[in-house]
């Protein structure tokens, strides 16, 4: 079975993989595929599809080296490298030749259409050097300097020079230089959108002294120029750079503008967080004036925006359950309707109409279609509850902005944002009264002309097994939750469980790095599980908001043993696996589920370090707080000192180049867990950033682990004359599945502690040994804790931990520290002891829960997947770091980092 999964995932590696819809216009459309060479990397391109006669799709050319692109009458304005340079170019949609309208040796972010299609404003960024220093003390040498406390170790690497931007003609005229005098503190992100065509919204943030990183955008009202430079006002003059303000929400950043054909731009805003609650997101317009108004969703899902049809229907994804769906707000009729589609959405854009839609699911690889968007609501109640009231500060340079207003904390459905506005905003600031705030009205998908056509799919072998979506209801979370289970065809060897990264992302589509079906066709069981924070579940936010490890990983695992109860596999061997956040969980989960393997890359394990050294560190400290100020709410969610078991293999995995956590966690962990006992390998890529994205290493990655997967969950060989059990069996009882989740917060304060001290742990389980009561001061929580006992004859594995030191939090100070070692656990024990349960929730004095909660560690890659070793510069094609949740990290699978967690969201990819 062995050589058959690593056949899967060798086709699975060499499939070219459709990654984004870049543009849509006419009948045309541009696809990004990320093609695999011979030499392990990927190569970016871009494919030109039109539409025949006869209503179906037809590849034309192809564009390499090729990675956005945005439609313009008669073609389209691509992004590409080519010898080291980046290029701007215009390509007619008949695939002509190509005109360079600008070349830079640095990066492309966005491209913005002007209003009228005579223009595109383009933001780029080139690279500094070593030695630059305001005094020159440093010249000479090959030291990269700064000030502040927004420096990074990937700016120290490759030093970027801040954010330019021009406007290029389409006329042929040379192209403008757009940057606006940046008011002192703020720096431009890379992104831009044209409200009207004289004003263009440049996306901005701000990086506080306490680490705090707040997004907003900068207003520039265009001075009109003659094409020699002269103002003369003439309707046919260029533009020139011109006023600007400053627009920050008090209640809200903004990124990723999505600008329709008239002017107005939609935004996803993410919420400032408040005391202890968790960020939402939401759907904000802005008129002339440029005042916000939020767009609710029904039932509190997440939105996104991607698109305009036409002046008033704004269309946006959101996230609900196992689908991330597609739907339309109609703005007049205050009407919010569902999109029919097959699967879920990765990328779209819309004109005229009709949406081009790439979607997949954890059992489909991506296609492509284009479908109408339906016109004729039929209103159904339910509408959503109004979000509180935003406010809005604008200020012009050089002034001081006034007071914000003080917003109520938001508690309805997230949203976006939305802006047309034609003129400079007034310095002053703007209440949005409740009435502009219009809660839509859930309308059903006019079926009637819906037209669908299919313009491409990726290929994939077929699926080794079944795949189904298990709803689930854990005590200790708030809301549903869910897993999808794969299941072989013949029983299961075993049970391999599969935890997203993130933490904001789910399992909704196809994943080309963390793929179940190779651990399928070897044999083996595989539990996708979408824990607290996971997309498509806002209620169950709360549980794991900075309560990583006694909210989100507690629920874990309870949710992994639910499903292994339901198909009966609770005695199969058992791998936990996970990247960036999901490697966390995989080795938190381990201290209480006792698995066979842990697999985990590019894992946070030391919040504190992480969050102290990250490239996103404002991500951390959005969450968790002040590293110094919360250090002990960040060690309450931190790894616990011993997660595994001694004898336990481990594999752990770093990408070098990784600026969102540092790889000397994952070296600091395999040397303690080699200390420890465990079973512990590393293996470092030396290319990759925070994801595996080059196929060559990520199929070198699945024979690593599949051989490990194969070797460690095959169950040992019977004694002669004695049958070997299946795997598979007799779904478990609710109470024998509760008997083996121990040791995490919730969990433990819903179980009641045995009445007699002396009483036997289940079949099978010991307790684990505790500290002297004399070292247990008074206040401490106690919990009972069972552990595997010894293993039966012929197991290759010890399950015993050795001493294992107990921890203790302080419940004044909510600090943890390790106890002395106990009892060594080297055999079964008869009785029971009380033990101090690893990672409880608990309130500390400061009234905060331990924690669990948010982390890029999914994010920001270089060149959307390929590094510098690929030839494309770091970052190349993407957008600049903004505000959404992450992604937050990431977004589709290339983890670009800047958040937006309720849209394209959110494969576990690392």
């Known amino acids: 079975m062995l050589e058959r999964a690593v056949a899967w995932a060798e086709a699975l590696c ?27 990397a990927e190569q970016p391109h871009l494919v030109h599809y039109r539409r025949t006669r006869e209503g179906g799709w037809e590849a034309g050319w192809t564009m390499p080296w090729a990675t956005q692109a945005v439609a313009v009458d008669g073609g389209y304005v691509c992004v590409r490298r080519e010898q080291g340079r980046t290029l701007i170019v215009r390509r007619p949609a008949g695939g002509g030749p190509e005109q360079v309208l600008f070349s830079t040796p640095g990066r492309a972010g966005a491209l913005a259409v002007r209003p009228g299609g005579s223009a595109v404003a383009v933001s780029t960024t080139t690279y500094g050097g070593p030695g630059e220093h305001p005094e020159d003390v440093l010249a000479g040498s090959d030291a990269v300097w700064a000030r502040g406390c927004d420096m990074t170790l990937s700016h120290a690497k490759q030093p970027q020079g801040p954010w330019q931007v021009h406007l290029l003609p389409l006329d042929g005229t040379p192209p403008r230089a757009l940057t606006p005098h940046m008011p002192a503190g703020l720096a431009l992100t890379g992104e831009s959108a044209w409200s009207g065509p004289a004003t263009l919204l440049l996306g901005v943030q701000r990086h506080h002294r306490d680490g705090i990183r707040r997004f907003g955008l900068l207003a520039q009202a265009l001075t009109p120029l003659a094409p020699n430079g002269s103002d003369d006002g003439s309707e046919d003059a260029g533009f020139g750079g011109g006023v600007v ?6 209640s809200v950043d903004l990124c990723y503008p999505v600008q329709g054909e008239d002017g107005q731009v939609a935004y996803l805003a993410t919420t400032v967080r408040r005391d202890n609650e968790p960020v939402t997101q939401y759907a904000c317009l802005l008129d002339r004036l440029l005042q916000p108004r939020l767009l609710p969703a029904q039932g509190g899902l997440w939105q996104r925006p991607v698109g305009w049809d ?14 991330r769906g597609l739907y339309v707000h109609d703005l007049d009729r205050g009407t919010w309707q569902p999109v029919p589609l097959p699967a879920s959405v990765t990328s779209t854009r819309i004109h005229a109409g009709r949406a081009a839609v790439l979607t997949s699911a954890p059992d489909t690889p991506p296609a492509l279609d284009v479908t109408t968007l339906p016109t004729t609501p039929t209103p159904a109640p339910a509408a959503a509850p109004a979000p509180a009231p935003a406010t809005v500060t604008a200020a012009t340079p050089g002034t001081t902005p006034a007071p914000a207003t003080p917003a109520s904390t938001v508690t309805a459905p997230p949203s976006a944002v939305a802006a047309s506005a034609a003129t400079a905003p007034a310095p002053a600031p703007v209440p949005v009264p409740a009435s502009a705030v219009a809660a839509p009205a859930v309308t059903a998908p006019a079926a009637r002309g819906r037209v669908v056509e ?31 289970v794969c299941l072989p065809e013949g029983p299961a060897r ?7 990264g993130g933490p904001f992302k789910s399992w909704s589509d196809w994943s080309w790095r963390w793929n179940p079906w190779p651990f399928v066709a070897c044999g083996f069981a595989v539990v996708l599980v979408e824990p607290p924070m996971s997309l498509g579940y806002p209620d169950a936010v709360r549980t794991g908001w900075r309560q990583w490890r006694g909210g989100t990983a507690a629920c874990a695992a309870a949710q992994v043993e639910a499903v292994r109860g339901a198909e009966g596999l609770l005695d199969s061997p058992l791998a936990l696996m996970g990247g960036s956040f999901g490697g966390y969980l995989a080795l938190t989960t381990a201290e209480t589920l006792n698995p066979d393997l842990v697999v985990a890359h590019a894992a946070p394990l030391d919040l504190a370090q992480v969050a102290e050294s990250s490239d996103v560190g404002w991500q951390w400290i959005r969450e968790f707080g002040d590293p110094t100020h919360w250090r002990p709410l960040y060690q309450l969610n931190s790894l616990f000192p011993r997660p595994v078991a001694a004898g336990t293999r481990v594999l752990l995995s770093h990408g070098l180049q990784d600026g969102l956590v540092p790889p000397t966690e994952t070296l600091r962990t395999h040397r303690a867990l080699a200390r420890q006992g465990v079973r512990s390998e590393v293996a470092f890529f030396r290319s990759e950033a925070h994801p595996l994205s080059r196929p060559g290493n990520i199929r070198a990655w699945y024979r690593w682990v599949l051989s490990a997967t194969t070797e460690e969950l095959t169950p040992p060989t019977p004694p002669t004359g004695q049958q070997p059990s299946p795997a598979g069996g007799q779904p478990a009882s609710a109470g024998e599945q509760a008997s083996r989740v121990g040791g995490l917060g919730p969990l433990d304060r819903e179980r009641a502690l045995p009445p007699d001290p002396s009483a036997a742990a289940p079949a099978g389980r010991r307790w684990l040994a505790a500290p002297p009561l004399a070292d247990v001061a008074a206040g401490d929580r106690l919990s009972w804790s069972a552990s595997q006992s010894t293993p039966p004859a012929g197991q290759s594995r010890p399950d015993a931990r050795g001493p294992v030191p ?105």
């Open 806 to 910: 107990a921890a203790r939090e302080d419940a004044g100070t909510g600090t943890v520290r390790e106890l002395a070692p106990s009892v060594a656990e080297s055999g079964p024990d008869t009785g029971a002891v009380p033990a101090v349960a690893a990672g409880r929730a608990g309130a500390t004095r400061d009234g905060l829960t331990t924690a669990d909660g948010l982390t890029t560690a999914d994010g920001l890659t270089t060149a959307d997947g390929l590094t510098a070793a690929d030839g494309f510069p770091a970052g190349a094609g993407a957008q600049a770091v903004a505000a959404g949740v992450h992604g937050g990290y990431d977004s589709h699978g290339s983890h670009d980092g800047r958040g937006g967690a309720g849209g394209r969201g959110g494969r576990g990819v690392s």
């Open 14 to 40: 060499s499939e070219p993989r459709p990654a984004d819809v870049a543009a849509f216009g006419g009948d045309g459309l541009l696809l990004r595929v990320d093609v695999p060479t011979r030499h392990g």
């Open 454 to 484: 299919r313009v491409v799919a990726a290929q994939a072998p077929v699926l080794p097994g079944r795949l189904s979506y298990r709803p689930q209801r854990i005590p200790t979370a708030d809301g549903e939750v869910a897993s999808w």
């Open 245 to 250: 303000a400053e627009l920050f929400s008090d």
């Open 494 to 500: 075993g049970t391999v469980v599969l935890f997203h």
């Open 310 to 323: 036409g002046p008033r229907r704004l269309v946006c994804t959101a996230e609900s359950g196992p689908r």
